[in-house]
Nanobody, 121 residues
Framework: VEVVESGGGLVQPGGSLRLPCEAS????????MGWYRQAPGDQRELVAI???????KYADDVKGRFTISRDNDDRTKCLQMTGQKREDTGVYYC????????????????WGQGAQVPLSS
């Protein structure tokens, strides 16, 4: 399984940015897909997550500004960032929790390589 983020770019106060995440490989179902942000010197923290039933959860500081949407297919989701703030800067990692087979008992977690979202100068 491979998880790939794309769409990194600059944080511009009040601006917008899309961060797609695509999972590929042997996948029966993506149980959860989430974005985690890591600022320099900080721990990685959950920003937003979507489950296979469509339910979503957002960190308090992005509620009302960030939205997860389905892209071309179920293996690709997109984090839509609007109303950007300076504190949104960091490296955004996508994590996919995957069930490989219909008879599988466990989910396996895979991380993407990270997308840089630095603050514009």
């Amino acid at each position: 399984v491979e998880v790939v983020e794309s769409g990194g770019g600059l944080v511009q106060p009040g601006g917008s940015l899309r961060l797609p995440c695509e999972a590929s490989g042997i996948i029966f179902r993506i149980e959860n897909m989430g974005w985690y942000r890591q600022a320099p010197g900080d721990q990685r923290e959950l920003v937003a997550i979507v489950s296979s039933d469509g339910s979503t959860k957002y960190a308090d500081d992005v509620k009302g500004r960030f939205t997860i949407s389905r892209d071309n297919d179920d293996r690709t989701k997109c984090l839509q960032m609007t109303g950007q703030k300076r504190e949104d800067t960091g490296v955004y990692y996508c994590k996919a929790e995957i069930r490989h087979y219909s008879c599988g008992l466990y989910n396996y977690a895979y991380w993407g390589q990270g997308a840089q979202v630095p603050l514009s100068s």
